[in-house]
């Protein structure tokens, strides 16, 4: 399945991360993937025909927690990391792509 | 345009915000207007080593609606990153749900205009976390504020069964009843607890042949009316652009638009679907959620009639129109109210009144909605079967009412107090008529005589025996005996 990652592949990963790579990066980073995901295809070796997708490697479910606030950090101290800020906001470099929000 | 028919298709994806008190992986309070990031943590943060734990709350109150939208509610689901890039989110992922959806496969009954309902499917359900607010007004530079960041959200996807936007709308509003009935979404839409994601095309038959054209998602819509209206004109837009170039659906030619509201126009926003490339993976931060026995039994004991099930009962067994009916289940506290005060003997229609023409009124002044008016049931009925037997008539039932209100004192005993009881005695009254008709016989030359005053005249009459009893006569018995001594 997994055949070796091509450099367009790399370019497109980047690009939807967000990630500006030079030339030589794209080399690089497409040897190392390419070789990362070659390691890997030996998990192809293993019969998984009646093994059921795993969704979590801890044999638990429903940790849950009660619907009681607790105090939050307040603005201060959440700003106090942030390389910039605004006020009481954080300040970012202007987001062009207006699709954000989830 | 001759020979030219078009149908248009209409999926919707609304976002509900759960009122949670807390966010959805963390603790933080979920509020609106608070000082901008004051209600954030480590952990809606996106800081490393901070872990997510699940709200048990914002699980029970998606399943309910899952319930509510007739859905196949997941024994197990889990949870899933989905990569995002900008900063109202700081962790770069958005915790959702991917391959295993809390809930899928319902429907929602939408009323149509012609008093039918449609069955529009739901394809799925899941649970999310809200992003935070970017906001973009400023310079070179955008703010962004996290309080909402983490804020458990309801994903509901439907088919695309909607074939007009009136359609899209009325099951926006019917959404929005339901949740808060079942009181797990304030839903208001000033404070953006609901948006809504409509995805629109056509399908146009054009000389004989079909064609599709390419599917738009209009982004974040946060009212009814823009919901409505951007799908209107969004229809035209397709229309439009079919006409002019032919363009018809591929694959990968869908398209996201943003609605305009103040020049009332959809605004391109992106081309491709590349960019949705969410690459979800498990997230390793959280365990499973394994729903069954008890605690599955417990959620669905939280469910109740839903309000347009009711609103079709109380047309059929209480015999209201409509109208009124959709008016007493619009809030489910109001239905309860009324519920109860029908089985403590009021006659639905006269309580109706009461309500709808009375009570929402005084309500609607204080502000607030009828149940928090604190009107007891048992004495609404009384004071619906007083009006029912004539011992007071409506202007004294408003008067009583918000007597009732104030001192939580019976309509009886209230009546008698404000000296509100009328004059239902024949005997009495008619020496009242006899005696306003011989003080008026101008007016009552004018009702004999018949004609354009007569009915003035009549009123006229009417309004002086009114005088002389302080508004207290019976109209019903006044404009009877007037009748037999005027005939
Ligand atoms: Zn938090």
């Not at chain 2, 939280?302 to 007493?328: H, M, T, W």
Request: charged share 30%; proline share 4%; glycine share 6%.
């Amino acid at each position: 399945m997994a055949e070796n990652i091509g450099k367009k592949q790399v370019q497109k990963v980047a690009k939807l991360s967000r990630l500006q790579l030079t030339q030589n990066e794209i080399d690089e980073f497409t040897g190392q993937l390419s070789a990362i995901l070659k390691y890997f295809e030996k998990l192809q070796q293993l019969d998984t025909e009646d093994v059921k997708p795993l969704a979590h490697c801890l044999p638990i479910n429903n940790v849950f927690r009660d619907d009681l606030p607790q105090q939050s950090l307040g603005t201060e101290k959440t700003l106090e990391n942030a390389p910039q800020h605004d006020g009481d906001f954080f300040k970012v470099p202007k987001i062009l792509d207006e699709s954000s929000g989830a | 345009m001759n020979d030219l028919e078009y149908k248009v298709i209409i999926g919707l994806e609304i976002h509900v915000q759960l009122c949670t008190k807390t966010k959805m992986f963390c603790s933080c309070q979920v509020g609106f207007g608070e000082q901008p990031n004051s209600r954030v943590c480590p952990v809606c943060l996106g800081m490393p080593g901070s872990l997510p734990v699940m709200n048990k709350k914002a699980v029970e109150y998606a399943v309910l609606v899952g319930l509510a939208l007739n859905c196949k509610i997941a024994d197990f689901t889990k949870w899933d990153r989905k990569s995002y890039y900008y900063p109202d989110l700081p962790k770069n992922y958005q915790i959702s749900q991917y391959d295993l959806p809390l809930a899928e496969n319902g429907y929602i009954d939408v009323p149509l205009d012609d008093g039918k309902t449609k069955k529009i499917r739901i394809t799925r359900a899941h649970l999310e976390e809200d992003a935070g607010k970017n906001i973009h007004s400023t310079g070179n530079f955008s703010q962004v504020d996290l309080n909402r960041a983490g804020t458990a959200l309801l994903e509901i996807v439907t088919e695309p069964d909607l074939n007009n936007s009136r359609q899209a709308k009325t099951l926006a509003i019917e959404l929005q009843k339901i949740v808060r009935y079942l009181v797990v979404s304030e839903a208001d839409m000033q404070k953006g607890h609901m948006r809504f994601e409509p995805n629109v095309n056509l399908i146009i038959n054009k000389d004989g042949k079909e064609y599709k054209t390419p599917i738009v998602e209009i982004k974040n819509l946060n009212s009814f009316r823009a919901l409505e209206r951007s799908i209107d004109y969004e229809i035209e837009r397709q229309l439009d652009e079919f006409l002019q170039t032919g363009k018809v659906m591929q694959m990968g030619n869908k398209s996201t638009r943003g609605w305009d509201g103040e020049k009332q126009v959809t605004v391109l926003q992106r081309e491709k679907e590349e960019a949705n490339d969410y690459r979800y993976f498990p997230d390793p931060d959280l365990v499973p959620v394994v729903l069954k026995g008890k605690w599955l039994d417990d959620i669905k004991g939280n469910l109740c009639e839903l309000p347009l099930k009711k609103q079709i009962r109380y047309v059929s067994k209480f015999k209201l129109s409509e109208y009124d009916a959709g008016v007493l289940t619009a809030e489910r506290s109001t239905a309860e109210l009324f519920e109860k005060a029908v089985q403590a003997g009021a006659k639905p229609k006269r309580l109706c009144n009461l309500i709808t023409q009375i009570g929402l009124k005084l309500a609607n002044e204080a502000g607030r909605c009828l149940a928090e008016l604190g009107l007891n049931a048992q004495h609404l009925a009384q004071l619906a079967v007083m009006i029912e037997k004539g011992e007071i008539n409506a202007s004294a039932a408003d008067n009583i009412m918000q007597q009732m209100i104030k001192t939580q004192k019976d309509p009886t005993t209230l009546a008698n107090e404000l000296n509100l009881i009328q004059k239902s005695d024949e005997d009495e009254l008619d020496k009242i008529v006899g005696q306003s008709l011989e003080e008026n016989a101008q007016a009552v030359e004018d009702v004999k005589s018949g004609g354009k005053k007569s009915k003035k005249a009549l009123g006229f009459l009417i309004g002086q025996v009114m005088k002389k009893t302080k508004g207290k006569a019976n109209p019903k018995i006044v404009s009877k005996i007037l009748h037999k001594k005027l005939s």
